[in-house]
Each structure stands twice: as structure tokens, then as C-alpha cells.
Nanobody, 116 residues
């Protein structure tokens, strides 16, 4: 069983930066993917960025060049560095881990609000 806890959300002005963190408890053996998703009010949850066990990454087109996903496997951490934030980045951000068994794990989410 894996439990995920996100942190680092908050209120930031347009153009600002935030770094989200996600820590896993329990064994992450078999976890091959760690990702960030977001859900804005009235919208479906969408992929923001993800990183695979081999180190390759994937990003939504809307965040390419502004967001960077990284991980520290020894600390069971995955990060999302967000820069040049826009009001449309406002959402609840969720951490996700995918296991080779097909099971997925989600955190409780952290709110990011971009507003002046």
C-alpha cells in the first residue's frame, strides 16, 4: 500500500513560481511512474507532468517550458517546479503513482491559485 501526501500549494501572483512536493509512504517497489495531475472547477482531471522509472518525462502542452517534474527516489519524493504561472494554472494538483500491477495511487491534492 502506498500513501501520497502533497504539499507546496498556495496563492501566487501571475508570473510567479511554486514548487509542489509529494512524499510516498510505504514501499514504492514496483512503482514505474510518478505524475502530477490537476483539476480545475468544472473541468476534468488532466495530466500535467509525469516521470517514468527510467527517467523519461512527459508534459502537457500547456505547461511545456514552464513546469519541470523531478524525483528523488531515495526520499520517495516527486516534485513539480512551476514557473511563469498563469491564472489558468489554478487548480487542485494531485500526485499519482502507478504500479506495475496496474494499481494507481492518488494523494489528497493541494490547491494552487494564481491570481493578482
Amino acid at each position: 500500500q502506498v500513501q501520497l501526501v502533497e504539499s507546496g500549494g498556495g496563492l501566487v501572483q501571475p508570473g510567479g513560481s511554486l514548487r509542489l512536493s509529494c512524499v510516498a509512504s510505504g514501499s514504492i517497489f514496483g512503482i514505474y511512474y510518478m505524475g502530477w495531475y490537476r483539476q480545475a472547477p468544472g473541468k476534468q482531471r488532466e495530466l500535467v507532468a509525469g516521470i517514468f522509472s527510467g527517467g523519461s518525462t512527459t508534459y502537457a502542452e500547456s505547461v511545456k517550458g514552464r513546469f519541470t517534474v523531478s524525483r528523488d527516489s531515495a526520499k520517495k519524493m516527486v516534485y513539480l517546479q512551476m514557473t511563469s504561472l498563469k491564472p489558468e494554472d489554478t487548480a487542485v494538483y494531485y500526485c499519482n503513482h502507478a504500479h506495475t500491477s496496474g494499481r494507481g495511487y492518488w494523494g489528497q491534492g493541494t490547491q494552487v491559485t494564481v491570481s493578482s
